[in-house]
T-cell receptor
Framework: DAGVIQSPRHEVTEMGQEVTLRCKPI?????LFWYRQTMMRGLELLIYFNNNVPIDDSGMPEDRFSAKMPNASFSTLKIQPSEPRDSAVYFC?????????????FGDGTRLSIL | AQTVTQSQPEMSVQEAETVTLSCTYD???????LFWYKQPPSRQMILVIR??????QNATENRFSVNFQKAAKSFSLKISDSQLGDTAMYFC????????????FGKGTKLSVIP
């Protein structure tokens, strides 16, 4: 079975450019999460969706960040304009139901470097 | 808010030996879930083991087991018969939220298995 698929795996771009990260959750999963991992702050939850609806976006750092989930099989995280401090690894994860006993399955992450 | 603390930034163990990674957490909830995730150099986040707070029996998955001390809010991971493939970052995490759960991660412990 295919796991959570993220693209691109690596992204290098210049400051001020728009960056779009993509995620395809596991088929049948109805919860989707975006995380950011940095050396200083570790893994932080940015936003999570349930049944395509954003439930909690309190972790989104600022208005430059936005996330969408237009359907059950696709989500995007966009940064516009990007800044060097946005450099990090961004993970997408999905889980099968809203129950807490269901584990989150992570993608391989996107390593983002803003020059 | 929940916090998760991993007090050992780095550890090493000889191949075939046993090692224990520490984790403490703080939560005001009565029922919650705890997890250990492994992140090898490939960057993927892999679920190792999980524990439900209302279960007194410690979870076990092959060579991996936990020592869950609810009163002390402690959740340590024991790896028996360590293998070279166990070399990775290990993250302790707690789950909160009445519906879809949101993970709070510790800063991680870097484990090196020495041949």
């Amino acid at each position: 079975d295919a796991g959570v698929i993220q693209s691109p795996r690596h992204e290098v771009t210049e400051m001020g450019q728009e960056v779009t990260l993509r995620c395809k959750p596991i088929s049948g999963h109805n919860s989707l999460f975006w995380y950011r991992q940095t050396m200083m702050r570790g893994l932080e939850l940015l936003i999570y969706f349930n049944n395509n609806v954003p439930i909690d976006d309190s972790g989104m750092p600022e208005d430059r960040f936005s996330a969408k989930m237009p359907n059950a099989s696709f989500s995007t995280l966009k940064i516009q304009p990007s800044e060097p401090r946005d450099s990090a690894v961004y993970f997408c994860a999905s889980s099968s139901t809203g129950a807490r006993n269901q584990p989150q399955h992570f993608g391989d992450g996107t390593r983002l470097s803003i020059l | 808010a929940q916090t998760v603390t991993q007090s050992q930034p780095e550890m090493s163990v000889q191949e075939a030996e046993t090692v224990t990674l520490s984790c403490t957490y703080d939560t005001s909830e009565n029922n919650y879930y705890l997890f250990w995730y492994k992140q090898p150099p490939s960057r993927q986040m892999i679920l190792v083991i999980r524990q439900e707070a209302y279960k007194q029996q410690n979870a076990t998955e092959n060579r991996f087991s936990v020592n869950f001390q609810k009163a002390a809010k402690s959740f340590s991971l024991k790896i028996s018969d360590s293998q070279l493939g166990d070399t990775a970052m290990y993250f302790c995490a707690s789950a909160r939220g009445a519906g879809s759960y949101q993970l709070t991660f510790g800063k991680g412990t870097k484990l090196s298995v020495i041949p």
